[in-house]
């Protein structure tokens, strides 16, 4: 069975422009919810989606969005970019929502701002 | 809000000793507790998991208990290998999939 899908694995961006991330979830997972890995604030979770609708948002500002698909696959996407953006960005996906359902996460995209 | 304290790391241990990582939780409401590890390069695994107090998750060896008394979810483990040098995670949810993460604990294992 595939694990999480994240592309790409890499990212050089420059500050100002926008990024989007992929990730695809285990087959037959409906909710997808997406991460930020830094060194200085550690894992923060950014927003979970549940059959294309957003259920929980964490507090980034607007620039970061997200949206999900009919085939439950998962983008996020970061406008203005800034140097402070720079982190792993983890997307975990689960079968159902609830809070006891283990998250299955993916290999990450490491985004590097210049 | 919610929050997870862990013990700083790095933890330093050789082959076969015991292991043992703090965690402390706050929380509004009944949380589920978990612990995740991650390998270098790699995204985070759950290692085990408990739903509800006094409920004890173990999985390859490692075991944490939930004490809702002192909010307390520490993972231990009796004798441990070179091949656990990770950094662990403790984290909790009280809904939907939002878990909220401590700030990790590196464990290097020597031979």
């Known amino acids: 069975k595939a694990g999480v899908t994240q592309t790409p694995r890499y990212l050089i961006k420059t500050r100002g422009q926008q990024v989007t991330l992929s990730c695809s979830p285990i087959?037959?997972?409906?909710?997808v919810s997406w991460y930020q890995q830094t060194p200085g604030q550690g894992l923060q979770f950014l927003f979970e989606?549940?059959?294309?609708?957003?259920?929980n948002k964490g507090n980034f500002p607007g620039r970061f969005s997200g949206r999900q698909f009919s085939n439950s696959r998962s983008e996020m996407n970061v406008s203005t970019l800034e140097l402070g953006d720079s982190a792993l960005y983890l997307c975990?996906?689960?079968?159902?929502?609830?809070?006891?359902?283990?998250?299955?996460f993916g290999q990450g995209t490491r985004l590097t701002v210049v | 809000g919610d929050s997870v304290t862990q013990m700083e790391g790095p933890v330093t241990l050789s082959e076969e000793a015991f292991l043992t990582i703090n965690c402390t939780y706050t929380?509004?409401?009944?949380?589920?507790l978990f612990w995740y590890v991650q390998y270098p390069g790699e995204g985070l695994q759950l290692l085990l998991k408990?739903?509800?107090?006094?409920d004890k998750g173990s999985n390859k060896g490692f075991e944490a208990t939930y004490r809702k008394e002192t909010t307390s979810f520490h993972l231990e483990k009796g004798s441990v290998q070179v091949s656990d040098s990770a950094v662990y995670f403790c984290a909790l949810s009280t809904g939907f999939q939002k878990l909220v993460f401590g700030t990790g604990t590196r464990l290097l294992v020597s031979p």
């Open positions: 989606y549940f059959s294309e609708t957003q259920r």
């Open positions: 087959s037959g997972h409906r909710s």
């Open positions: 975990a996906s689960s079968l159902e929502a609830g809070q006891d359902t283990e998250a299955f």
């Open positions: 929380a509004t409401g009944y949380p589920s």
């Open positions: 408990a739903t509800k107090a006094d």
